[in-house]
């Protein structure tokens, strides 16, 4: 390990001038503001100080230069600490700290990326943990650049799992360019921590997960600085950094006391000022900048464009699970672009992410059975373009992980979920594994597209799709097979339905996605022997929905449809349908969905058990030909 040099008082001297420029800045936009976080700000002001202007290695004027050291500030609410460190880094100008939490600033109460040194949205917390191991495990295996990642934790939010997961997953992969920092300083919302200052244990729990823990003072400059030295030189585990602080430090007679979370310091704040003035000792401006240079040694890289390596080599009438072919695309996706990567946790065999696997094993990434971490992970590794993520596993089990996946929307991240085995057509496995609530989460989701391919040429079509659409994409594929119905050269869009069948005679439009279109189909030629004719429409995406194909269709045959979804009544395919016909006059639209607690059982079994087979489809056309 390379010799510490101890720093020279007036070094030590200066950063903690800037420590405290931070907590005044920190006490005086919350209290523009009339809310915030000022304690909270005050007990990282040093760790920022250190970080910001000794440690971190990153350019001014370009803050997410790609070559740049990253910074994850997982305690979101102590937003205004960092946008003074910026502030007085000298991206923007201080006084613009004044605009804290007004509508027209970007100083949001939490960090977003609409700021552009922000790289993720923050502040739903324990989740700031897997985007940095996200950033850290590409910087590491595909950019193998010199960029750090340091990701401050605050104590109250050690208490998520999904810390816990992160610090797994980071000591697992041995990433040892990401510094965890702990802030350790006791108090909570609304009491103290479940450890408040036991740092001894916090160590204990860090080093069982593998991990290299230094305990410091988290107000000492120099036991910091050292620290930071250590964990850059510290090889094959990551480091974290306990630091004991105290909440509201600096500020007398509310230093380290209860009930001071989350507000302004009213009229303590001249008093309090005034001490923090007495203890900085170098008038006019500060002369301490980063001290060690960037090292520009990233690669550039080019995500756009991606394409299938070759198209979809499938006969009508094949049987081929939709999964099945989420595998083949991804393989020819990722040799199209060498930073296609997937993303899985232990499902891959189920989710066919497999695929990848096999194809280039440097690519696929396995997260274990921890699906917070797993799409924590890949909204880091999304940052700054550096990776085009595919992350699969049960639908069903993304649930878990909704709030990351809703924090990833905020962080404008573009990460491609996949989720299998959706619906009663599952079988056997019964409820806990069936997903009849994906839909409606990712509907939820701001900007998402989300996918519903048919067939196998869909499905490859909808992943090439997805890697190159914005924002967060959900392709939802099955698990039992389903028949090609689609030409290998038939064109896709986003947001565009396809009409599979129709004639001019036709009476009643039917609508479904994956197993259920393949039942309307069948369900259409059982009409037509009957003499009823049906059109039948793929929408092939859900969100954006083609209203414009799915109104005039249904207008041409008279008005009457038929959703079938393999889903909940509520938030699905149905309900994006009847949004999309709210306001159109003589159209009457059945839903045909699941509308109770299904039961294990075989698929064909359960389709019609559950009234969503061509069997009911055929008996509501009928019906609703009556109206």
Same mark, same amino acid.
């Given at each position: 390990?390379p ?35 000022p ?8 760790i920022?100080s ?6 971190m ?11 740049s ?17 910026w ?43 897997a ?34 997961e ?11 360019n ?5 802030d350790?300083?006791?108090?909570g ?19 069982a ?7 410091v ?11 930071f ?16 602080t105290?909440?509201?430090?600096n500020?007398p ?6 009930n ?28 301490v ?7 520009d ?7 756009t ?6 198209p ?26 060498p930073r ?6 232990d499902m ?8 990848l696997?096999?194809f ?14 797993l ?7 999304a940052?700054?373009?550096?990776t ?10 993304l ?13 404008q ?22 997903a ?16 519903y391919?048919a ?20 392709t939802r ?21 396809n009409?599979?069948l129709? @004639?001019?005679?036709?009476? *009643?439009? +039917?609508?479904g996605? !994956? #197993? ?6 069948a &369900? =259409? ?5 009957a ?23 249904i207008k ?19 309900d ?5 016909t ?12 699941i509308?109770?607690l299904?039961? @294990?059982?075989?698929?064909? *079994?359960? +389709?019609?058990?559950y !009234? #969503?087979s061509?069997k009911?489809?055929?008996? &509501? =056309? ?5 109206l």
């Amino acid at each position: 390990m390379p010799n510490y040099h101890k720093l020279e008082a007036k070094v030590i001297q200066e950063l903690k001038d800037i420590a405290n420029k931070i907590r005044i800045h920190s006490i005086t936009s919350t209290q523009a503001a009339k809310s915030g976080h000022p304690t909270s700000c005050s007990s990282i002001a040093e760790i920022l100080s250190v970080l910001f202007f000794h440690t971190m290695r990153y350019k001014v004027s370009v803050p997410r230069d790609p070559s740049s050291d990253r910074f994850v500030l997982s305690k979101g609410h102590a937003a205004p600490a960092l946008y003074a460190a910026w502030a007085e880094a000298g991206l923007f100008p201080v006084a613009d700290l004044q605009n804290l939490r007004k509508f027209n600033s970007d100083l949001e109460g939490h960090p977003t990326p609409r700021l552009s040194f922000v790289d993720v949205g923050t502040g739903s917390l324990g989740q700031g943990l897997a985007i940095a191991g996200g950033m850290a495990f590409v910087g590491k295996n595909y950019d193998k650049a010199n960029y750090r990642v340091y990701c401050l934790i605050g104590d109250g939010e050690s208490a998520e799992g999904s810390i816990w997961e992160s610090i797994h997953f980071a000591s697992i992969y041995k990433l040892d360019n990401i510094c965890i920092i702990f802030d350790v300083n006791r108090l909570g919302q609304s009491q103290e921590t479940s450890m408040g200052h036991d740092v001894e244990n916090y160590r204990r729990k860090l080093e069982a997960f593998g991990v290299h823990a230094i305990i410091v003072d988290g107000h000492d400059v120099e036991e910091l600085v050292k620290a930071f030295h250590t964990a850059a030189n510290t090889k094959g585990k990551p480091t974290a950094i306990v630091a004991k602080t105290l909440k509201g430090k600096n500020f007398p007679k509310i230093e380290n006391l209860d009930n001071w979370h989350g507000k302004p310091l009213g009229a303590e704040s001249d008093r309090v000022i005034e001490h923090l003035n007495t203890l900085i000792k170098n008038s006019g401006p500060l002369q301490v900048h980063p001290q060690k240079p960037l090292k520009d040694d990233v690669v550039p890289v080019d995500i756009t464009n991606i394409k299938l390596t070759s198209p979809p080599d499938y006969k009508i009438g094949d049987n081929v699970a939709t999964r099945v072919a989420y595998g083949t695309a991804l393989v020819k996706i990722a040799q199209n672009n060498p930073r296609v990567i997937a993303l899985d946790g232990d499902m891959k065999n189920s989710t066919f992410s497999e695929s990848l696997l096999k194809f280039d094993a440097a690519r696929y990434v396995e997260c274990f059975i921890a699906e917070q971490s797993l799409v924590g992970t890949a909204i880091g590794a999304a940052c700054r373009d550096r990776t085009v993520p595919f992350v699969s596993t049960f639908a069903c089990f993304l649930t878990r992980a909704f709030d990351q996946i809703r924090m990833g929307a905020i962080s404008q991240t573009n990460v491609n979920f996949v989720g299998s085995h959706c619906g009663v057509s599952i079988g056997e496995d019964g409820p806990s594994q069936m997903a009849l609530e994906d839909l409606a989460m990712f509907r939820a989701v701001n900007g998402s597209t989300i996918f519903y391919p048919a067939d196998a040429v869909a499905t490859e079509r909808a992943i090439e799709l997805a890697a190159n659409t914005k924002g967060i994409t959900f392709t939802r594929v099955n698990r039992p097979t389903t028949s090609v119905i689609y030409a290998n050269d038939f064109v896709f869009a986003v947001g565009k339905a396809n009409v599979i069948l129709s @004639s001019p005679k036709d009476q *009643v439009v +039917l609508i479904g996605g !994956g #197993i259920t279109l393949q039942e309307s189909i069948a &369900a =259409a030629k059982q009409l037509e022997k009957a003499g009823i004719h049906a059109r039948v429409i793929d929408p092939f995406t859900v969100k954006p929905l083609d209203k414009e194909t799915i109104i005039n269709n249904i207008k041409e045959v008279g008005g009457r449809a038929i959703v079938t979804e393999d889903h909940y009544y509520e938030g699905g395919l149905g309900d994006a349908v009847f949004a999309a016909t709210a306001l159109e006059r003589n159209i009457i639209v059945k839903h045909l969905a699941i509308g109770e607690l299904p039961r @294990s059982g075989q698929p064909n *079994v359960l +389709l019609d058990h559950y !009234g #969503i087979s061509a069997k009911h489809i055929v008996l &509501a =056309a009928e019906e609703i030909l009556k109206l």
